[in-house]
C-alpha cells in the first residue's frame, strides 16, 4: 500500500506558476506510474499528466507545453511545475499511484490540493 500526500496548491494569478508536491509513504522506485489528475466543480476527473518508472511522460492536450511532470525516486516525490496557467486551470489536483504486481492492479489517491487561478 501507499499513502501519497499532495501540497503546493494556492491562489496564483493568470499567467503565474506553481509547483505542486506528491511525497509518498514508501519509496517509488518501482511504481509502475505516478501521476496527477484535476477535477473542477461539476466536471470529471481529468488526466493532466502521467510519469512512469522509466520516466516516460504523458500529458493532456490542453496542458502541453505549460506542465512539467518529473519525480524524484530519492525522495519518494513526484512533482507538477505548473506555468502559465490560466483560470481554466481551476481545479482540486489529485496525485495518483498506479501498481501493477504480478497482475493485481492497485490505485491509490491523495486527498487533493486545490488550485485556484484568478483572470
Known amino acids: 500500500q501507499v499513502r501519497v500526500v499532495e501540497s503546493g496548491g494556492g491562489l496564483v494569478q493568470a499567467g503565474g506558476s506553481l509547483r505542486l508536491s506528491c511525497a509518498a509513504s514508501?519509496?517509488?522506485?518501482?511504481?509502475?506510474?505516478m501521476g496527477w489528475y484535476r477535477q473542477a466543480p461539476g466536471k470529471q476527473r481529468e488526466l493532466v499528466a502521467t510519469?512512469?518508472?522509466?520516466?516516460?511522460?504523458n500529458y493532456a492536450d490542453v496542458v502541453k507545453g505549460r506542465f512539467t511532470i518529473s519525480r524524484d525516486n530519492a525522495k519518494n516525490t513526484v512533482y507538477l511545475q505548473m506555468n502559465s496557467l490560466k483560470p481554466e486551470d481551476t481545479a482540486v489536483y489529485y496525485c495518483?499511484?498506479?501498481?501493477?504486481?504480478?497482475?493485481?492492479?492497485?490505485?491509490?489517491w491523495g486527498q487533493g490540493t486545490q488550485v485556484t487561478v484568478s483572470s
Open positions: 510519469i512512469t518508472s522509466g520516466g516516460s511522460t
Open positions: 514508501r519509496s517509488i522506485f518501482s511504481i509502475n506510474s
Open positions: 495518483n499511484v498506479y501498481e501493477d504486481i504480478s497482475g493485481l492492479k492497485y490505485a491509490y
